[in-house]
């Protein structure tokens, strides 16, 4: 009877530490016209390709603490930096790290991934080239912040 409820609560709490990590993200209409960066900043792009594994977790990508965008499953989107050195996160049962540089007028492609966990799938991010971000996102829906 013990074991049950102790089950229960688990599994309950699981379920609460998944939704909880959802990147809280809306759907966008992709540009016509490639993406570029703003006049004094840097564009860093962000992205997930599609994977079983992890498939239906997300999370949200912060830069200095602050949340700019969320990645699930098949998206990506697009982030207006100044320049200077970004301490990117994502989060879930750990906390990654990326330090991305930025240079006014340079375009950037952060590749996020899950990998497995203990209680849940972990996040990393990668920075790729320009050719293989390029290439990744044309097969991904794009997304942003939900306001």
Same mark, same amino acid.
């Given at each position: ?22 990147? &809280?993200?809306?759907? #966008?209409?992709?540009?016509? =016209?490639?993406?570029?960066?703003? /006049? $004094? +900043? ?46 990117? &996160?994502?989060?879930? #049962?750990?906390?990654?790290? =990326?330090?991305?540089?930025?240079? /006014? $007028? +340079? ?41």
């Amino acid at each position: 009877m013990k074991t049950t409820r102790i089950y229960r609560l688990l599994g309950a709490g699981l379920i609460l530490s998944f939704l909880s990590s959802c990147a &809280t993200v809306e759907r #966008e209409a992709a540009p016509s =016209k490639p993406d570029r960066p703003e /006049a $004094g +900043k840097g564009l860093v792009i962000f992205y997930r390709e599609r994977h079983f594994t992890g498939g239906g977790m997300g999370y949200d990508i912060k830069d200095n603490g602050k949340k700019i965008g969320g990645l699930s499953n098949g998206s990506y989107f697009v982030y207006q930096a100044a320049p200077g050195d970004h301490h990117f &996160t994502a989060a879930t #049962e750990v906390t990654e790290e =990326k330090v991305i540089s930025v240079v /006014a $007028g +340079k375009t950037y492609y952060v590749r996020g991934e899950v990998q497995v966990g203990i209680v849940m799938g972990r996040p990393h991010l990668t920075e790729v080239t320009n050719d293989e971000g390029s290439s990744a996102i044309r097969k991904l829906r794009r997304v942003k912040l939900r306001e």
